[in-house]
Structures are given as structure tokens and as C-alpha cells.
């Protein structure tokens, strides 16, 4: 079983910076990929971008290329996602999501892990 983790939610300004994290525990992850998830009041949980474990490979949904990041640290056992140039409509719970065999990394329910989500709040 593994456990997820994240940390680093908070509020900013609209064209601040914050940094989540996704600490892993239990057994080690070493599945095929694992991602960041967003949802919004209101809003279905959306896809945000994926990082695969074997390449470090990574994949983002277009409404955060170019400003978001997303990387992991094989010897903390942790993910992260480094977000810029935040927008108000990135205001969401950010959950951290595991998926142990290939296939789709953009939909929800092909994923087998979820941490409890961490707030970020973007003000206008």
C-alpha cells in the first residue's frame, strides 16, 4: 500500500508562485506514473500533469503548460509541482495520484493512489 501526502498549499496573488509537494510512504512507489490532479468548487476534478517514474518523462494539461513543473526526488521520496504565473482559475484542492500500470495518465479513475488533496487559493 502506498500513502500520499501533500503539502505547500496556500494563498497568493494572481502572478505569485507556490510550490505543492507529494511525500510518498509506505511501500515505495515504483508504479508507471503519478500526477497532479486539481478540483475546483463546483468543478469536476481536471488533470493538471503527470511525471512517468521509469523516464521522468512528463505530461501537462494545456491550461498550465509553460508555467507549471512538475518533478519528483527519487531519494525523498517526494513529487512536487512548481507553479508560476498563478491565475485566479487556478484556485482548486491539488491532489497528488499514483498509478501502478500504463495506460492513460489524464483520467481520474485510471489512477490507484490519492492523498487528501491540499488547498491553493489565487487571488485577483
Known amino acids: 500500500q502506498v500513502q500520499l501526502v501533500e503539502s505547500g498549499g496556500g494563498s497568493v496573488q494572481a502572478g505569485g508562485s507556490l510550490r505543492v509537494s507529494c511525500a510518498t510512504s509506505g511501500r515505495t512507489f515504483s508504479g508507471f506514473a503519478m500526477a497532479w490532479f486539481r478540483q475546483a468548487p463546483g468543478k469536476e476534478r481536471e488533470f493538471v500533469a503527470a511525471?512517468?517514474?521509469?523516464?521522468?518523462?512528463?505530461f501537462y494539461a494545456d491550461s498550465v503548460k509553460e508555467r507549471f513543473t512538475i518533478s519528483r526526488d527519487n531519494a525523498k521520496n517526494t513529487m512536487s509541482l512548481q507553479m508560476n504565473s498563478l491565475k485566479p482559475e487556478d484556485t482548486a484542492v491539488y491532489y497528488c495520484a499514483a498509478k501502478v500500470v500504463p495506460g492513460s495518465v489524464v483520467a481520474s479513475r485510471a489512477y490507484d493512489y490519492w492523498g487528501q488533496g491540499t488547498l491553493v487559493t489565487v487571488s485577483s
Open positions: 511525471i512517468f517514474w521509469e523516464s521522468s518523462g512528463n
